[in-house]
T-cell receptor, first 112, second 114 residues
Framework: SQQGEEDPQALSIQEGENATMNCSYKTSINNLQWYRQNSGRGLVHLILIRSNEREKHSGRLRVTLDTSKKSSSLLITASRAADTASYFCATDFETSGSRLTFGEGTQLTVNP | DAGVIQSPRHEVTEMGQEVTLRCKPISGHNSLFWYRQTMMRGLELLIYFNNNVPIDDSGMPEDRFSAKMPNASFSTLKIQPSEPRDSAVYFC????????????FGPGTRLLVL
């Protein structure tokens, strides 16, 4: 399967701590994206990192990409209870055109 | 902008009935995607359109599923006849254009087939 795989499947931390989620994939990509999904809602785009980039920041989010290891990580710093959600990586494979392939997601719980 | 609009938000139907889900993409977006999300299978791409033309329908599970995009501002996903295993949340998403990577998701339609 080309599907990205996130780990851990679930993560529970205290407010103020950092949360790190990882994503691995199997074939060459054009870019990798991270999305967030609050319970009962649609997915919201967080950040996109291209295959020629190694690190990207957006507010409290930091994404890294290691194409040699076919992996990415999403770091949320100084987490808040409102960050509680599922986080998905989505890969745009080189041969896939516009289609994204989503991983199974990491359920993050930030306890106040 | 109102974002991607989906209707209905919830649908409960009986096995064998026809179900029609509707989507209005963001104005000016040329690509539209239909996804299905379940606990067992996660988020699956069913079909996507570019400029109202279906580009890839390889994710459509079987002939009971069909999708149309008669114009740039409207798409439907139809299931006929519906089965209990079709119960899921169906999302519509749009993006600016083919190859424009960021997708904007609607709130989803939660379908329950009894």
């Amino acid at each position: 399967s080309q599907q990205g795989e996130e780990d851990p499947q679930a993560l529970s931390i205290q407010e103020g701590e950092n949360a790190t989620m990882n994503c691995s994939y199997k074939t060459s990509i054009n870019n990798l994206q991270w999305y967030r999904q609050n319970s009962g809602r649609g997915l919201v785009h967080l950040i996109l990192i291209r295959s020629n980039e190694r690190e990207k920041h957006s507010g409290r989010l930091r994404v890294t990409l290691d194409t040699s290891k076919k992996s990415s990580s999403l770091l949320i710093t100084a987490s808040r209870a409102a960050d509680t959600a599922s986080y998905f990586c989505a890969t745009d494979f080189e041969t896939s055109g516009s289609r994204l392939t989503f991983g199974e997601g990491t359920q993050l719980t930030v306890n106040p | 902008d109102a974002g991607v609009i989906q209707s209905p938000r919830h649908e409960v139907t009986e096995m064998g009935q026809e179900v029609t889900l509707r989507c209005k993409p963001i104005s000016g977006h040329n690509s539209l995607f239909w996804y299905r999300q379940t606990m067992m299978r996660g988020l699956e791409l069913l079909i996507y359109f570019n400029n109202n033309v279906p580009i890839d329908d390889s994710g459509m599970p079987e002939d009971r599923f069909s999708a149309k995009m008669p114009n740039a501002s409207f798409s439907t996903l139809k299931i006929q006849p519906s089965e209990p295993r079709d119960s899921a949340v169906y999302f519509c998403a749009s993006s600016l254009d083919y190859g424009q990577e960021t997708q904007y998701f609607g709130p989803g339609t939660r379908l329950l087939v009894l």
